[in-house]
C-alpha cells in the first residue's frame, strides 16, 4: 500500500531547504560552499643601485678630410692617407676586427658670386673614417698620436666602457632586490604583519652612461712632436638599476 504523507508535513519537507538557505545553513546532501579567501594585503616598494666601474675598453673615431682640385685627386689623397693610419693600426697589434671604415663622402665645393647667379665648382673634399674599438685603455693615446701623425684631422667620438657591465648590472641587480626586502620588511612590521611572499619583481632597462668626448678638431703634428703622448684618464663608469617589488603580507 503507498503511503501518504499528511499535506502539512509535505509543506514542511518542501520549504525546509529553502528556509536552512536563508539561515545561511546547508541543506542536508547539498555540497558545501568553498570559504571565500580574505585578500592578502600587499606592499609595494622600489629600490636603485648604483656602482661604479673602470673601464677597460675605448672607441673612437679618426677622420679624414682632404680637398683637390678634381674628385679624383680628393679621393687619391684622402685612401693614402687612410692607407697609412690602417697600417699603423696593424703595427700596433689592433685586429681587423676591431677596426671599421664610415662616412665615405666626396662632395664638390662651390663659390657663390656676390651679385647673385649660377655658383662654380672650386674643387671637391673627400671625407673618410676610420672607427676602432681598443680593448686596452693604454693604447688609446698611442692611436690618436699616430692617427694624426699619418694624416687624419679630425678625432670624433671618444668613448669608454666595460667589458665587465653586464656582470655588474646583474650583482646591482641582487643588491637592489636585497634592498626592496629589507625596505618591505620594515614597512610590513610597522603595520603589525609579515611579508609572506613575493608577487611581481620588475625592472627597467639599466642607465649605463659611457664617459664620451664630443669631436674634436686635431690639427695634424710632425712627428719632431709626436714623441709627446696625448694623456688619458678614463674614469670610472656608474651602471644604475632599479627594481619595483609587490610583495604580499598578513598579520
Known amino acids: 500500500m503507498r503511503r501518504v504523507l499528511p499535506l502539512t508535513l509535505l509543506a514542511i519537507a518542501t520549504a525546509l531547504p529553502t528556509w536552512l538557505s536563508a539561515q545561511g545553513a546547508t541543506p542536508p546532501g547539498a555540497p558545501r560552499p568553498h ?17 661604479e666601474v673602470t673601464p677597460d675598453r675605448a672607441g673612437l673615431t679618426l677622420a679624414i678630410e682632404t680637398r683637390a682640385r678634381t674628385a679624383a685627386q680628393a679621393g687619391s689623397d684622402n685612401a693614402r692617407i687612410q692607407t697609412a693610419i690602417l697600417d699603423t693600426l696593424a703595427k700596433l697589434g689592433v685586429p681587423a676586427a676591431q677596426i671599421q671604415t664610415v662616412g665615405v663622402s666626396v662632395q664638390p665645393e662651390y663659390e657663390y658670386p656676390s651679385q647673385g647667379g649660377r655658383p662654380t665648382i672650386t674643387g671637391y673634399v673627400a671625407r673618410n673614417g676610420v672607427r676602432v674599438e681598443l680593448r686596452r685603455i693604454t693604447l688609446v ?17 671618444l668613448h669608454f666602457f666595460a667589458s665587465t657591465t653586464e656582470q655588474v648590472r646583474r650583482d646591482a641587480l641582487r643588491a637592489a632586490v636585497q634592498r626592496a626586502r629589507r625596505d ?4 610590513a612590521m610597522a603595520a603589525g604583519g609579515m611579508i609572506t611572499g613575493v608577487i611581481e619583481l620588475t625592472t627597467g632597462a639599466p642607465v649605463t652612461p659611457q664617459m664620451e668626448f664630443g669631436p674634436q678638431l686635431m690639427m695634424a703634428r710632425g712627428a719632431a712632436v709626436a714623441d709627446t703622448l696625448t694623456p688619458i684618464e678614463a ?17
Do not use: H, W
Open 141 to 157: 693615446g698611442t692611436v690618436i698620436d699616430a692617427g694624426l701623425a699619418k694624416g687624419a684631422n679630425q678625432v670624433d667620438g
Open 235 to 251: 674614469g670610472t663608469i656608474k651602471v644604475v638599476v632599479t627594481v619595483t617589488a609587490r610583495f604580499s603580507y598578513g598579520g
Open 184 to 187: 618591505a620588511d620594515a614597512m
Open 35 to 51: 570559504p571565500v579567501p580574505m585578500p592578502q594585503g600587499q606592499i609595494v616598494v622600489s629600490a636603485t643601485e648604483e656602482v
